[in-house]
């Protein structure tokens, strides 16, 4: 094939045929090992990307757990809270009948007013005991309540801190 260039006829030299299919060889493992590399390097993405998306789903699974745990316990903690109150309610109540009983019955007002003076110190003595046991339970309620999710946080905390020493 000729081909004009500025008024004058050029014929390009000819091609050594073994060079042509050294070079058309080299040019092929070129382009194989690009692909090759590409697909190393794909595959290689892959994985770390399903291996960090497994570990977020094992970690979201964790915490589900430590919330419904979290949340039983709760409701363990104040079944028993309601408990203590039914029985400091009933108990108050109790008393309650028992002194008017006795004031109903008593022969003067001033016996009438010594019972009911007793009563009051008592019944407030009891009350700010109560109130003492209620915080206590309160307190336990909320340490073991929030153990599960606390130790989510902790777990949180110590991949964060790994991730970024890496």
């Known amino acids: 094939m000729s081909l004009l260039h500025c008024s004058m006829i050029y014929f390009p030299p000819r091609a050594n045929p073994r060079k042509a299919a050294a070079m058309r060889h080299s040019k092929v493992e070129t382009e194989q090992s690009g692909v090759n590399f590409g697909f190393e390097a794909q595959k290689s993405g892959f994985e770390k990307t399903a291996k960090a998306v497994h570990a977020v789903a094992d970690y979201s699974q964790r915490n589900i757990k430590a919330y419904f745990e979290s949340a039983a316990i709760a409701g363990e903690a104040l079944k028993t809270i309601g408990r203590e109150i039914s029985f400091y309610s009933k108990k108050s109540g109790e008393e309650s009948i028992a002194v008017t009983k006795a004031i109903m019955n008593s022969k003067s007002i001033t016996e009438a007013l010594e019972l009911q003076t007793n009563f009051a110190r008592m019944t407030f003595g009891a009350y700010v005991g109560q109130l003492k046991i209620l915080h206590g ?30």
């Open 137 to 166: 339970l309160f307190v336990d309620a909320t340490e073991e309540t929030l153990a599960p999710v606390h130790s989510r946080f902790e777990a949180l905390s110590a991949s964060v801190q790994s991730a970024t020493a890496a």
